[in-house]
């Protein structure tokens, strides 16, 4: 329980003491007359501690309609006409529900801290051979630390000796442990299983991909949703409406028809404003939003706000980015076609010529030939942006690269169309033949699409700068509605403001990425969704959600989460509507007295929370 809490449940305690005091000095007859006022007024205040400070702190985010405001308006006016019992057991019954809100709102995010409570306290440094061990705060950039098996890892680092498997199941939801070697990265948070390793650290505590992940949580969970989500927007329109409807009741039957005594609608109108307070509403959405975040947060997907669950409700065009996100960003050689050569001397050629890259066709082309690369046999190696990559090879001057580094060279070239990236192979001015890599489709990639489009029946497009052919023949494999080639970054946001310019004002198009040079896209979109972004900065930032883990599947289990949200919300507006109506009426009547309107709303209240925890449990698979 934080400082806060307490302070309120003590000032709250208090408040109750002196209420129930006043009551049993009234009754004995121990404050009479004017004595009644100032000692039910100090009661008033200690109870109504936690709704003044929600109320000021309303007002100075300039939120001036809201339930608190309602039942400040109904309780003083209660005192004011001499009901003081009521109007204190008005305060006392909301206050209580107001810090029941603050627990659980506490409670939820604990749910979440607790999946990310991971950080070790102590780390063990390297210095000249020796070891050290240092608060995980004082590492520092290129750091040697040395994680042991079973200990967790302190901060982001490169592993530099040894080599391991790592279980990041916390962070990423990755449920099979990840080989760690010389050169890879691991996350701080993670556990070393089995051999003991040194990493290079390469961020700070202060900036760890772990400690951004709390700070994104903590952000979603403290979010404002005023006036964002379906509670907010219908609220702005409705608590001024029963302000406005409260002083009719109060003034238009006395003034206009004399009917009865003013003081008699006056109170008729303050059990109108307490009876229309949806206060239990208001309640159980943002905890039911930060139920939601805390079930994504444990499957690896960070969501950064209430909103963007509700606005995957509304998603009807789904655009995707091609390498990285429908692709694995793997490129892997599918033909070998060499002409005056064999298929071994045409693969040695350009993996020799390509071995100084660290590109992923370059890559493919190594394993594709499969031996020991001597790099001293290769000099004068030159990249041409746009054509390729030109080396001498073991004497021999080869070119590998598209159709038009063929053509410069004179080279009479075969004319491919393909749907990888066809790499022509010239050697010493002679043609020597194609090969072909093909960047491979994620298996869910399939499901996930054939998925949008049967059950959410969404529009889906590809939007991706590679060559139109490669472009044509993932958007074909997978059945995409419309596919975009050749496009840079700023075309890519252009296509993306076309499509938000078709949709309706209801509708939202969602953007999903690899997160780094898709960030201002990302950013732009309705919901921008980063994918696979664990450790990098431009995803974290620009993102609205982040799979943690290159799983395209998951995104049909965070929207599977939003409509299970949505609906929760919507059964509780539905049932506080229904109570509300219902209550409004029977005050009208003279059929419900304060105390019963009061005891229905606060019912009305712990439904809707039990309803919005149990989101929390949601399986998302």
Same mark, same amino acid.
Do not use: C
């Given at each position: 329980m934080t400082k806060e809490i307490k302070r309120q449940w003590i000032v709250f305690g208090a408040g109750l003491l002196a209420f129930w005091g006043n009551i049993v000095l009234r009754e004995k007859e121990m404050i009479v007359g004017n004595m009644v006022f100032p000692f039910?007024?100090?009661?008033?205040?200690?109870?109504? @501690?936690?709704?003044?400070?929600?109320?000021?702190?309303?007002?100075?985010?300039?939120?001036?309609?809201?339930?608190?405001?309602?039942?400040?308006?109904?309780?003083?006016?209660?005192?004011?006409?001499?009901? @003081?019992?009521?109007?204190?057991?008005?305060?006392?019954?909301?206050?209580?529900?107001?810090?029941?809100?603050?627990?659980?709102?506490?409670?939820?995010?604990?749910?979440?801290?607790?999946?990310?409570? =991971?950080?070790?306290?102590?780390?063990?440094?390297?210095?000249?051979?020796?070891?050290?061990?240092?608060?995980?705060?004082?590492?520092?950039?290129?750091?040697?630390?040395?994680?042991?098996?079973?200990?967790?890892?302190?901060?982001?680092?490169?592993?530099?000796?040894?080599?391991?498997?790592?279980?990041?199941?916390?962070?990423?939801?990755?449920?099979?442990?990840?080989?760690?070697?010389?050169?890879?990265?691991? @996350?701080?948070?993670?556990?070393?299983?089995?051999?003991?390793?040194?990493?290079?650290?390469?961020?700070?505590?202060?900036?760890?991909?772990?400690?951004?992940?709390?700070? =994104?949580?903590?952000?979603?969970?403290?979010?404002?949703?005023?006036?964002?989500?379906?509670?907010?927007?219908? =609220?702005?329109?409705?608590?001024?409406?029963?302000?406005?409807?409260?002083?009719?009741?109060?003034?238009?039957?006395?003034?206009t028809f004399s009917w009865g005594q003013w003081h008699e609608w006056i109170y008729r109108a303050f059990l109108f404003l307490i009876a229309a307070c949806p206060c239990g509403l208001l309640i159980s959405e943002p905890i039911a939003f930060l139920g939601g975040i805390s079930a994504a947060a444990k499957h690896?997907?960070?969501?950064?706000?209430?909103?963007?669950?509700?606005?995957?409700?509304?998603?009807?065009?789904?655009?995707?980015?091609?390498?990285?996100?429908?692709?694995?960003?793997?490129?892997?050689?599918t033909e070998v076609h060499p002409t005056e050569i064999t298929t071994d001397e045409l693969l040695k050629y350009a993996a020799y010529a390509e071995s100084y890259s660290n590109h992923p066709i370059a890559k493919s082309l190594q394993r594709a030939y499969g031996h020991p690369i001597d790099k001293k046999q290769v000099q004068w190696i030159k990249e041409t942006a746009g054509l390729g990559v030109s080396a001498t090879v073991e004497g021999k001057r080869v070119h590998i690269g598209n159709r038009r580094m063929a053509k410069k060279h004179g080279a009479e070239y075969e004319q491919v169309e393909s749907g990888g990236t066809v790499l022509h192979v010239v050697v010493d001015d002679r043609y020597a033949g194609y090969i072909v890599a093909e960047d491979t489709i994620k298996e869910e990639a399939y499901d996930l699409i054939e998925w949008l489009q049967k059950k959410v029946h969404a529009l889906t497009v590809m939007l991706t700068g590679d060559r139109r052919s490669a472009a044509l023949h993932v958007a074909r494999k997978l059945n995409i509605d419309y596919a975009y080639a050749g496009l840079l970054p700023k075309d890519k946001l252009e296509q993306l403001e076309h499509f938000q310019g078709l949709k309706e004002e209801n509708e939202k198009v969602v953007f999903v990425g690899d997160g780094m040079n898709d960030a201002i896209v990302l950013k732009k979109a309705d919901v921008g969704v980063a994918m696979g972004a664990l450790g990098c900065d431009a995803a974290i930032e620009a993102a609205d959600i982040v799979l943690l883990e290159d799983d395209l599947s998951r995104l049909a289990g965070v929207i599977g989460l939003s409509r299970e949200t949505c609906r929760v919300v919507k059964g509780n507006i539905r049932l506080a509507m229904f109570v509300k109506i219902v209550a409004l009426i029977l005050a009208g009547l003279k059929l419900a007295t304060l105390r019963t309107i009061l005891i229905v709303d606060l019912a009305v209240m712990f439904v809707g929370l039990l309803n919005a925890l149990l989101i929390s449990k949601y399986p998302m698979e």
């Open positions: 039910f007024l100090i009661s008033y205040i200690l109870l109504g @501690y936690t709704v003044f400070r929600h109320v000021i702190r309303n007002i100075e985010k300039k939120q001036y309609f809201n339930e608190n405001i309602l039942i400040v308006m109904a309780s003083a006016g209660a005192v004011g006409i001499g009901r @003081y019992t009521e109007g204190n057991l008005i305060m006392m019954l909301f206050a209580f529900a107001g810090i029941m809100e603050d627990m659980l709102m506490k409670h939820s995010r604990n749910v979440i801290n607790k999946l990310m409570d =991971m950080q070790p306290t102590v780390a063990v440094k390297k210095v000249r051979g020796k070891e050290y061990k240092v608060a995980p705060e004082l590492l520092k950039i290129r750091d040697t630390v040395v994680v042991k098996p079973g200990e967790r890892i302190p901060v982001d680092g490169v592993v530099t000796t040894g080599e391991t498997t790592v279980d990041s199941r916390m962070l990423t939801g990755e449920m099979i442990p990840q080989t760690a070697r010389e050169g890879d990265r691991v @996350y701080g948070g993670s556990i070393n299983l089995t051999g003991v390793i040194e990493i290079r650290v390469i961020r700070t505590y202060q900036e760890s991909t772990l400690s951004r992940i709390r700070q =994104m949580v903590d952000d979603a969970g403290g979010e404002d949703t005023e006036n964002t989500t379906m509670t907010g927007r219908f =609220m702005w329109k409705y608590i001024p409406a029963v302000i406005m409807l409260a002083v009719a009741v109060a003034v238009v039957p006395p003034l690896g997907v960070i969501i950064k706000g209430g909103r963007f669950l509700e606005y995957l409700t509304e998603a009807d065009v789904f655009i995707f980015d091609k390498t990285g996100t429908l692709t694995e960003g793997v490129f892997e050689v």
